[in-house]
């Protein structure tokens, strides 16, 4: 029992809470996006093999840290003995969480229309995922050093990964690429509903907090933007409102990626003698 008790405890250990644009905060976003410049300076033409490789390593480190916080959030030590309770607001099934369980699906399957719109979906909403919460993390972070460790490889990653399928080609730069990774989203939408629904029919909101996507019709919206609308219309409207936004701000995110790839491409004109 104390070999536990010092697990958990090792694994609770506590820092200042790091703010928004801080040393912690800005170090972290250098280093993914360094990552990014680093995969793509040494990425060899045609060399997919690495691309789904960094895709494996990426997903499984994402699943081995989503595990930890799990615990972190689950099991306490309270006058020297290990205390369980789940923590249902931390329930790993929000937008942000998606990538791990796309990523683990893509980094599994090799070729095919499955495996195309996993790494569709990783290149674009993924990616408008990772810039939202890296630009603006005001609610990511807490006390805990590995919990803070955690988000910014999370949200970190997914702006690395996603960047380096669209650089490599590995997904392609054409406008279909975001009806391939609409259907993923439409899913991931699809079941956070459903795990809404549930929590309120089997009463878990009256005791805890639980706002998958953070789009639930039985709890108190704190979305950005979507927490105006939602007490203002009607619940399958303002579905269609978030479907809609979150879509455009992928397929910006596509067609930036396919913007900066024609700037590439073309060659400096020599001046006219």
């Avoid at 195309?116 to 995922?129: I, P």
């Avoid at 810039?131 to 970190?156: A, D, K, R």
């Amino acid at each position: 029992m104390d070999f536990w008790i010092s697990v958990l405890q090792f694994l609770d250990l506590s820092m200042e809470k790091p703010e928004p644009y801080g040393a912690f905060h800005l170090v972290s976003f250098a280093f993914y996006i360094l990552m990014a410049v680093l995969l793509c300076a040494t990425h060899k033409k045609g060399d997919m093999r690495r691309v789904h490789r960094v895709v494996q390593i990426t997903a499984v480190v994402t699943l081995i840290l989503e595990i930890y916080k799990q615990i972190n959030y689950g099991f306490r030590v309270v006058d020297g003995s290990i205390v369980f309770d789940y923590a249902w607001y931390a329930f790993p099934w929000q937008f942000c969480s998606t990538p791990m369980y796309v990523g683990l699906l893509a980094a599994v399957t090799r070729r095919g229309a499955f495996h195309r719109s996993m790494c569709a979906y990783l290149a674009t909403f993924s990616v408008f995922a990772g810039v939202c919460v890296m630009f603006y993390p005001i609610t990511v972070f807490i006390s805990t050093i590995g919990i803070n460790i955690q988000t910014m490889f999370c949200h970190g990653s997914m702006i690395t990964v996603g960047v380096y399928l669209l650089y490599s080609g590995y997904v392609k730069l054409e406008h279909k690429t975001i009806l391939r990774a609409l259907p993923v989203f439409l899913s991931a939408v699809g079941i956070a509903m459903v795990l809404n629904e549930l929590a309120n029919v089997t009463g878990l909101l009256e005791t805890d907090e639980f706002n998958m996507f953070f789009i639930s019709p039985y709890c108190e919206p704190s979305l950005p933007v979507y927490s105006l609308i939602q007490p203002l219309l009607p619940y399958p409207v303002c579905l269609l409102i978030y479907v809609g936004c979150f879509t455009l701000a992928a397929y910006l995110i596509l067609l930036a990626a396919m913007g900066i790839s024609r700037l590439g491409r073309k060659k400096p004109q020599r001046n006219a003698v």
